[in-house]
């Protein structure tokens, strides 16, 4: 997902300039996936120190390039920046709201930095998070656009939202480094082959239940038939239980399977974008 090609711009390069923030848990199959190709690549791990609260804080001492989050974390980034920037002053609030709007503009373009702007606001904004950031991988959970949109522009990097599983090792579809979409999750994976099965509710074509199949994905659950067979077919197919749409090559996923409810009126319900609408609001 992050590599199409042999163009050295086309991927993301870890090595021993780089430092990657260990803080997520560690059973937790996207942050384990991350840790083993960060330590394999010669990356410096820090370790941050325990408490989740000190977060921001861990990031202003370790000065990570590199960072793996969820939806959750990003929320909480987005509101401490808000929060601080509502005590300034008339100015600072009116140049800061300025730049986000020319920096969201501009995310379209691949453009993720701002001379002006960051001269005068952003790079201190950067500063607190260490200021070194220059990528973020995000999954676990559905990322609201506009959230992904504003630690963009407050942090000048870029955030690349991704898809899988534990039983696919997480690595299943990820979003390449020219795709500005921000609600996509990207292309497959090379070991991964996907495909999709009509689902009650959602019609017309490219629309369905996700599946996948490859040697990343498991073969059933460690003495537990039952639930082997339920989740996996006959043909090694795992059922993710994931709705998706698939549009110009990308991948959007838009609710589960299990989720879906039908109104009085026959009408089927995602209540997972309700959730999104709702996330950060007033309720």
Not at 5 to 16: F, Q, V
Not at 171 to 181: E, K, M, R, S, T
């Amino acid at each position: 997902g992050f590599s199409r090609n042999k163009d050295p711009d086309s991927y993301i390069l870890l090595d021993k300039r780089c430092v990657y923030l260990s803080y997520l848990p560690l059973p937790h199959v996207l942050e384990r996936i991350c840790f083993n190709i960060a330590w394999s690549s010669c990356t410096q791990v820090v370790f941050y120190s325990g408490n989740p609260k000190l977060l921001q804080l861990d990031m202003k001492i370790a000065r990570p390039t590199f960072l793996v989050t969820v939806p959750r974390v990003l929320n909480i980034f987005m509101e401490k920046i808000k929060a601080s920037i509502a005590t300034r002053n008339v100015f600072v609030r009116t140049l800061f709201n300025l730049g986000i709007r020319f920096k969201i503009w501009r995310q379209s373009r691949g453009v993720y930095k701002s001379w002006l702007f960051d001269t005068l606001i952003f790079n201190k904004v950067r500063r607190e998070f260490g200021g070194a950031l220059e990528y973020s991988l995000c999954g676990g959970a559905s990322l609201n656009p506009e959230v992904l949109q504003f630690m963009q522009a407050a942090l000048s990097f870029k955030i690349f939202q991704g898809y899988g599983q534990t039983e696919g090792l997480a690595a299943n579809i990820v979003a390449p480094l020219d795709c500005y979409d921000t609600e996509t999750v990207g292309i497959p994976f090379p070991s991964v082959l996907v495909k999709l099965e009509p689902v009650e509710g959602y019609d017309g074509d490219g629309v369905g239940e996700l599946c996948m199949k490859g040697p990343s994905i498991t073969s059933g659950y460690f003495k537990r038939p039952k639930e082997t067979r339920e989740a996996i077919g006959d043909d090694g197919w795992l059922r993710t239980g994931d709705v998706a749409r698939v549009k110009n090559g990308y991948f959007y996923i838009i609710g589960r399977v299990k989720e879906i409810f039908k109104t009085s009126f026959g009408e089927y319900i995602a209540p997972e974008k309700i959730e999104n609408l709702l996330t950060g609001g007033i309720i």
